[in-house]
């Protein structure tokens, strides 16, 4: 569930357009003019706002956001969990904790995907229609096109030349890629979602840092259509040529027709591949298809609040058990406290690097193993002992009923859910701490003891947030 747009909240007013698109049933407003300016209104930087799908909250200052989201996760808890209002931080029954800003409200991201396309997207002004734009086109015109998608399209691209979210010189590397693509669109042409015909499909540019000297690595994956890697080795040696930073480029080849992320080979072009991050202490190698929280700065205080809200004794006793964890980066922070980590986790390639990871760091009490947690069976959990404390870290759809009787059964002293959707969070915590929901039948039950909102995604809607239960004996 995303953050309603500021502006239309306290003191704000919007004269609108309304009307039906296509052959759509759905009634469309658009924005015509702003009759009074928002209280905590600020002028957004970046020359894309508006047009842009991504920032959606930077014209409102980063304070006022900060309430927005930390109202959302508490209405959200109150209302669809069940839980009520929560008292102000601090007093008796209160279980909202204040939310956690980020010191670098820009330039925080350490991944961004752009899209190539045939047809850039052509402003005509923020309050108009993106489908109006394709009116009075006559034929067919292959242009190249590489950025972000505008939005409500598919097949048109908005050429970005300065993300203000991700490192400068990232940003550079785009403009080089760029700039090459308008040159050869003959010899390296952008892929055409409606023919399906095409070569370059997506740029992806990551982030990391050496961890020796602490200096900026990047990498650059080129993800085509075609097995043709040769195709990109022009552009790969003007690349490093100009960026002794980027250490690794690679390409993934990717056949299929719709947006299936599905790698059918890996090339390395150069260097190796991955680069290299420090999170609490521990050196994570990050590959291209890797998951790693985007936010590297903020992810180490979502890790230290986690670990504080999962009250480990820290004697080396306990067992923690970690779901969906991904490259293994919550869990292997914590080994040194725990007897044993078991970490669990959709991706088979995910799984690989959770498990090279913790041969890196020379964690030995650490074990990771492939499963479905949407699809579990009689033998799920015949891996590990019962468990002391549960890390719980769903995607948007958060945690299958199944997966929810599971945990009830188990009966673990604390459970630590990571979401990045209140919305699915706050129903999941009503099935594991209220009794009489249909289709739960278990005695077992938990407390909610707080709420913690971590600001992962500043001038956006998103937030990320923390709840801990404990198991009511």
């Known amino acids: 569930m995303g953050l309603s747009p500021p502006n239309l909240r306290r003191k704000h007013y919007w004269l609108f357009a309304c009307g039906f698109e296509g052959n759509s049933r759905s009634l469309i407003a658009y924005k015509l003019k702003t009759l009074s300016v928002h209280d905590n209104a600020v002028e957004a930087p970046c020359e894309y706002f508006g047009e842009c799908g991504g920032c959606k909250t930077q014209n ?35 279980y909202m904790m204040p939310i956690v800003p980020c010191a670098t409200p820009y330039a925080y991201r350490n991944k961004m995907e752009f899209s190539y396309g045939t047809k850039k997207w052509k402003s005509k002004g923020l309050f108009v229609s993106p489908k109006l734009e394709d009116v009075n086109e006559s034929g067919p015109k292959l242009e190249f096109a590489l950025g972000l998608h505008a939005p409500g399209r598919f097949d048109k691209i908005m050429p970005i030349h300065n993300c203000l979210l991700q490192h400068d010189v990232s940003n550079q590397v785009l403009k080089l890629v760029q700039d090459h693509g308008e040159r050869h669109l003959e010899e390296l042409p952008p892929y055409d979602v409606r023919t399906h015909e095409g070569f370059l499909k997506h740029l992806t540019i990551r982030s ?47 056949s299929a027709v719709g947006p299936s992320s599905i790698v059918d080979k890996e090339h390395v072009l150069y260097g190796k591949a991955y680069i290299t991050e420090r999170l609490r202490g521990l050196v994570f190698e990050i590959s291209a298809n890797s998951f790693f929280q985007t936010n590297t700065s903020q992810a180490e205080v979502l ?84 468990p002391d404390v549960v890390i719980t870290d769903p995607n948007r759809p958060g945690m299958h009923i199944k997966l929810i009787k599971y945990l009830l059964q188990l009966r673990a002293r604390r ?20 009794t009489g929901d249909e289709g739960v039948e278990s005695p077992t039950r938990y407390r909610l003891v707080h709420v913690q909102p971590v600001d992962m995604f500043p001038q956006t809607p998103h937030i990320e947030c923390i709840t801990t239960l404990e198991l009511c004996e």
């Open 60 to 94: 409102l200052t980063y304070e006022a956001q900060l309430r927005e989201k930390e109202q959302q996760v508490h209405d959200l808890i109150a209302r669809l969990g069940k839980f009520g209002n929560s008292p102000l931080s601090g007093e008796p029954g209160s």
């Open 415 to 434: 459970i630590v859910y990571i979401s990045c959707n209140p919305a699915t969070c706050a129903r999941d915590l009503d099935l594991l701490c209220h």
């Open 208 to 254: 990391g840092r050496d961890c020796e000297t602490g200096q900026l690595q990047l990498m650059v994956n080129f993800v085509t259509k075609g097995d043709k890697k040769d195709l990109l080795q022009p552009l790969v040696d003007q690349i490093t040529t100009s960026f002794p930073q980027v250490v690794s480029i690679v390409n993934n080849v990717n």
């Open 303 to 386: 890790y230290q609040k986690v670990e504080e809200q999962c009250a480990l004794k820290g004697d080396g006793s306990e067992v923690l058990l970690d779901l969906f964890c991904g490259t293994g980066t919550i869990g292997l922070s914590m080994a040194k406290r725990v007897k044993h980590v078991y970490g669990y986790e959709l991706v088979q390639e995910a799984v690989v690097d959770a498990r090279r990871n913790a041969a890196r760091n020379g964690i030995q009490n650490a074990t990771f193993i492939q499963g479905d947690l949407n699809k579990l069976t009689d033998e799920f959990g015949k891996d590990f002992p019962r």
